[in-house]
């Protein structure tokens, strides 16, 4: 599973926990409190190279992203370990999606939730529950990079625009 868009430390699944811990313990500091605006987004998706490749576009465009492959390690993220989150992305095959998003929002009734739909997905508008979606991209260019971006500031504008 282990390719150029993953970290050294996600090529098992063992240092792929320790990898999100790492980084959710670095997200806690001040650059994630709410003073600067600068948001954070919890990307949650089984396909570790697009949520790395995301939280890296993301978090070069001013917001703080974790990753997270499933919604039992978005729990432990955001339950556990207290992570205040303002957006999920979501893989809307994940069968437990909308519900996870709607017990969320039951603790941080703020947060956005965005459905990241199968590049070959058919379905039309947004999925129930959901803020917006989005068709992984087939290529992961810059003008995929700026679709995904421009629709996370429709949302919440990125520390630079905020001021």
Known sequence: MASRLLPPC??????FACCVRDRAERSTGPL???GNTRYALLIVDRDLSFAFWLGRVLDNAGYVSLPAQSTASA???IVVKRISVDLLV???SLPDGAPFLMRMRRSQPRMKGIA???ENSKEEGDPPF???SKRKPQHRSAEAALEWVSLVAAIFPPCWQAR
């Open 10 to 15: 996600a090529t098992t699944p063992e240092k």
């Open 32 to 34: 994630a409190q709410r």
């Open 75 to 77: 729990t432990d993220l």
């Open 90 to 92: 979501i893989d809307s």
């Open 116 to 118: 990241a739909l199968p």
């Open 130 to 132: 959901f803020d917006a």
